[in-house]
C-alpha cells in the first residue's frame, strides 16, 4: 500500500490500462464524473502503462491483468521493484486464485473482478479518495487509526453503518467527500447542494446526519448581511498525542 499524499485540494490523477479501447474510455468516463478525480491517460499495453507512470506520476492506476505484452501483475511488480510511489487497484475478468493472491502481495488496494457495475467502481474511489484524506490528516497514528486505514484500503471491509430510512449510504459518502475536499471552512447546506447536485433540503438532511453521527460539526457563522448561517465541517481524525 503506498497512499502518497499528493498535493492537498488537487484533483486525484489516475492512469487507467486496458488493452480494450471501448472498456478504458468507459471506466475514464466514470473517473471523470467523480468529483475530486481526474483522468491523467490511459495505456493499453504493460510498457506504455510503465512509461506512462513514470512520465505522468498518477496518483493510482487501474491495472487489468491480460495485456498483450505482459501480464497486469507483471507490471505491478516492476512499479514496486522500481519504487514508484502509485496506488494500484487490480481491474480484471481473471478470477484465479493466483492472480489474486499476487495481487495481495503486490499491495493493491483491491481487486475489482469484470463485470460490475458503476455504483462499485465509484464506491471504490470514494473510499480510496476517503482514505488518502486521513492518512493527510495524521501526523502520529495511534492503532485504531491504522486499523481504520488498513480496513479502508481493503476497500469496503469497513463494517456498513446502519441508515435511517430515506438515507442512502451512497450519497451519504458523496456528501462526506464535499465536506472533506471543502477544509476547515466547511459548507454551507446551498454550497453542499451545488457540490453534489442534491436538492439543498436533501443536502442539508445529509449534512445533518453527519453531525447526528458525530463525524460533522455545525457552527453559525454570521455574514455581511448580519444573517447566521449554519456551516458544516468534517471532523479531523484522531491524532495520537
Same mark, same amino acid.
Given at each position: 500500500m503506498t497512499m502518497g499524499t499528493g498535493t492537498r485540494g488537487r484533483p486525484l490523477r489516475v492512469l487507467i490500462v486496458d488493452d480494450d479501447f471501448m472498456v478504458a474510455k468507459v471506466h475514464a468516463g466514470f473517473v471523470a464524473a467523480l468529483d475530486g478525480f481526474e483522468v491523467a491517460g490511459t495505456a493499453s499495453t504493460g510498457a506504455d502503462a510503465l512509461a506512462a507512470v513514470q512520465r505522468l506520476r498518477p496518483d493510482l492506476v487501474l491495472l487489468d491483468v491480460y495485456l498483450p505484452d505482459m501480464t497486469g501483475l507483471d507490471v505491478l511488480r516492476r512499479?514496486?521493484?522500481d519504487g514508484a510511489p502509485v496506488d494500484v487497484v487490480v481491474? /480484471?475478468?481473471?478470477? =484465479?486464485? =493466483? /492472480?489474486? !493472491? /499476487?495481487?495481495?502481495? $503486490?499491495?493493491?488496494?483491491?481487486?475489482?473482478?469484470?463485470?460490475? =457495475?458503476r #455504483? %462499485?467502481? @465509484? %464506491?471504490?474511489? !470514494?473510499?480510496?479518495?476517503?482514505l488518502r484524506g486521513e492518512l493527510a490528516a495524521l501526523e502520529e497514528a495511534g492503532q485504531a487509526d491504522v486499523d481504520r486505514v488498513f480496513? $479502508?484500503?481493503r476497500g469496503g471491509s469497513r463494517p456498513v453503518p446502519v441508515?435511517?430510512? $430515506?438515507?442512502?449510504?451512497?450519497?451519504l459518502q458523496l456528501v462526506r467527500q464535499a465536506l472533506q475536499l471543502a477544509g476547515s471552512d466547511g459548507l454551507s447546506a446551498t454550497q453542499c447542494s451545488e457540490r453534489t447536485g442534491l436538492a439543498r433540503v436533501s443536502a442539508r438532511?445529509?449534512? @445533518? #446526519?453527519?453531525?447526528?453521527?458525530q463525524e460533522a460539526d455545525v457552527? #453559525?457563522?454570521?455574514g455581511t448581511a448580519g444573517r447566521p448561517e449554519r456551516r458544516f465541517t468534517l471532523r479531523v481524525p484522531h491524532r495520537s498525542p
Open positions: 512499479l514496486r521493484a481491474i /480484471s475478468a481473471a478470477r =484465479d486464485v =493466483d /492472480s489474486i !493472491r /499476487s495481487a495481495l502481495h $503486490g499491495g493493491v488496494l483491491h481487486y475489482l473482478v469484470k463485470p460490475f =457495475d #455504483q %462499485t467502481f @465509484e %464506491t471504490r474511489l !470514494r473510499e480510496y479518495a476517503a480496513a $479502508g484500503a441508515t435511517p430510512k $430515506g438515507i442512502a449510504p451512497e450519497t438532511r445529509y449534512l @445533518e #446526519q453527519l453531525v447526528a453521527r457552527r #453559525q457563522r454570521y
